[in-house]
């Protein structure tokens, strides 16, 4: 027979792993919540036009899109990130604003897999609009700082750019390409066919060989105009007023082609593989009107559950939670008391599992070792003339004989409730 693995650049999350996963999002659900973001579930597939307004010279467009015909003759993409689905949501359902939503769940992009880079990953993030006051742009990015601070990270960077607005990029886009071409022999084959579909892109490159034509490149803050400076220098302050640290970075130009005015990028200072960067955002505000809604203002962020986990294995902070099974069962009369016992206590709100097909004493004991539980209940011939139960702590070894009538109130004593 045939076997089966994970396709490439995709993984099974096991226990205790999945564990972690869901408390991850769940400490992210509580920040944002109490933020005022509303839940927003998009699906994993749509009509690849959505996704084509992430940038058309981009490699997540040109290269790692999911696309496909479906059975109806649409052609359809996986999702490569959210912000393109939320801003489609806003269109197709105008809500008031400001419409502020947090969202959680996986994307697709054809990348070469490899530590810290899937090409089924999680995210979890933000977006926001309808509003244009420069104090939002730094509370979204102290609220993605109040998240790691929860998760226990320390290490964390915060870079910090303006793209300005579209003209401005433009015409900064326009000059990096004026600059690079008069240093064509300077770069790279692989910058030279960047420079080819986007020049703002050839910043991106990490090859030694791009160091010195970038360096000498024009810099994004000669080319912002009035507002977008003003507009940039008030975010600067609302942060350092909020207390939030960064760096400006006037080389982060991200991957993505939609950004506008403020864009930030966390790096994960404990990561040394080639993937640090655990989460990013920034302003989108043309992106509203490229999928046909009106002129609306918008900013957002979403940061790599999959890479952020591993800052955290780096750094050992926010450790999988511990098992909720508090209480296991072993029976060696034949099993029916245990399925009684289980029943009565989950029915009382306590973890409980059991072993099953009437094993020995001793492999099931060490099945309750294994289970994490803090409790045994052992249930043998004795327990059942006295009709009791011998309650164990697994950690001192300490038995008691307790009578049956008496055994969710005991067993909620033990656990300390
Ligand atoms: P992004 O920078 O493409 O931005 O992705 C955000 C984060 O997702 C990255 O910093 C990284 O941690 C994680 N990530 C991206 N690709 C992979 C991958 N192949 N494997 C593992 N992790 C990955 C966006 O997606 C924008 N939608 C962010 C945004 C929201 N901008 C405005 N609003």
């Not at 003759?73 to 806003?90: K, M, N, W, Y």
């Not at 892109?201 to 360096?215: F, N």
């Not at 060696?332 to 973890?351: E, F, M, Y």
Request: aromatic share 8%; net charge negative.
């Amino acid at each position: 027979m045939p076997t089966f693995n994970t396709s490439p650049g995709t993984r099974d999350i096991l226990a205790p792993e999945s564990a972690r996963w869901r408390a991850f999002q769940q400490v992210f659900a509580d920040v944002v919540e109490h933020a005022g973001f509303a839940h927003i579930i998009p699906p994993m597939f749509e009509d690849l036009g959505v996704f084509l307004r992430v940038g058309e010279t981009t490699e997540i467009v040109t290269k790692e899109m999911y696309d496909f015909d479906d059975k109806g003759g649409r052609r359809i993409a996986l999702r490569p990130e959210q912000t393109a689905s939320v801003c489609r949501a806003f269109v197709e359902h105008r809500p008031v604003t400001p419409w502020k939503v947090w969202y959680s769940g996986p994307n697709f992009r054809y990348e070469k897999p490899q530590q810290g880079r899937y090409r089924q990953f999680d995210q979890v993030g933000v977006e926001v609009l309808g509003v244009d006051d420069p104090q939002l742009d730094a509370e979204i990015i102290a609220l993605a700082v109040e998240f790691y601070r929860r998760l226990g990270l320390r290490g964390i960077r915060l870079s910090l750019n303006s793209l300005g607005d579209s003209g401005d990029r433009e015409r900064y886009a326009a000059a990096l390409r004026t600059h690079f071409v008069s240093h064509l022999d300077a770069l790279s084959v692989e910058s030279r066919a960047t420079l080819e579909r986007n020049p703002l892109r050839v910043l991106d490159s990490k090859r030694p060989e791009d160091a010195g034509a970038i360096a000498a490149a024009p810099r994004m803050a000669d080319h912002l105009c009035d507002a977008a400076a003003a507009h940039f220098a008030s975010v600067q302050a609302a942060l350092q007023a909020a207390g939030v640290d960064f760096v400006i970075d006037d080389r982060l130009v991200r991957g993505l082609d939609y950004y506008r005015r403020t864009t930030f990028e966390f790096v994960a200072t404990s990561l040394t593989a080639a993937h640090t960067a655990i989460g990013g955002g920034g302003r989108y505000d043309g992106l509203v009107a490229d999928l046909g809604g009106p002129e609306t203002p918008g900013i957002g962020f979403a940061l790599g559950l999959d890479r952020t986990l591993l800052a955290c294995d780096a750094e050992g902070v926010f450790a999988a939670p511990a098992t909720v099974v508090e209480v296991f069962i072993v029976d060696v009369t034949g099993g029916a008391q245990a399925a009684t016992v289980c029943s009565q206590l989950r029915a009382a709100g306590i973890g409980a599992d059991r072993a099953y097909d009437a094993r020995s004493m001793k492999s099931q004991m060490k099945v309750a070792d294994r289970s994490g539980a803090r409790l045994a209940l052992i249930v043998g011939e004795d327990e059942v003339a006295k009709n009791a139960v011998t309650l164990r702590t697994m950690e001192t070894g300490a038995q008691q004989l307790v009578p049956r009538d008496e055994l969710v109130a005991q067993v909620k004593t033990a656990l300390g409730r």
